[in-house]
């Protein structure tokens, strides 16, 4: 059993910066990929970005890359989502997953009931 818990978000102005942090409990965090979805008010859930278990392979939507950057800390159990120029459509809960699907997999199917999923932390940009 791994609980995830995210962090790091908040309400930003147009332009800023976020750092948004999953706490993985258990000792198999390093066995499962790593992804972050999104969920927009009045929207569905979207994929956002995974990180495969080592770090050595990402994948990001089209509409993220450039500007979201996802990382993992398996010695510290932590999972990351660095967020720069920040805009008012990013507004929305972004949810950490873990899973033991290839990140190519997750990046391509829908929001899965798969794995562990947290809580979520809202992040709100003002324009």
């Known amino acids: 059993q791994v609980h995830l818990v995210e962090s790091g978000g908040g309400l930003v102005q147009t332009g800023g910066s976020l750092r948004l942090s999953c706490a993985a409990s258990g000792r198999t965090f390093i066995t499962y990929v790593i992804a972050w979805f999104r969920q927009a008010p009045g929207k569905e859930r979207e994929f956002v970005a995974a990180i495969s278990q080592r770090g050595g392979v990402t994948r990001y939507a089209d509409s993220m890359k450039g500007r979201f950057t996802i990382s993992r800390d398996n010695a510290k159990n932590m999972g990351y989502l660095q967020i720069d120029n920040l805009k008012p459509e990013d507004t929305a809960l972004y949810y950490c997953?873990?899973?033991?699907?290839?990140?190519?997999?997750?990046?391509?199917?829908?929001?899965?009931?798969?794995?562990?999923w947290g809580q979520g932390t809202q992040v709100t940009v003002s324009s």
């Open positions: 997953n873990i899973d033991s699907r290839p990140p190519d997999v997750i990046a391509a199917s829908p929001p899965s009931p798969r794995g562990y």
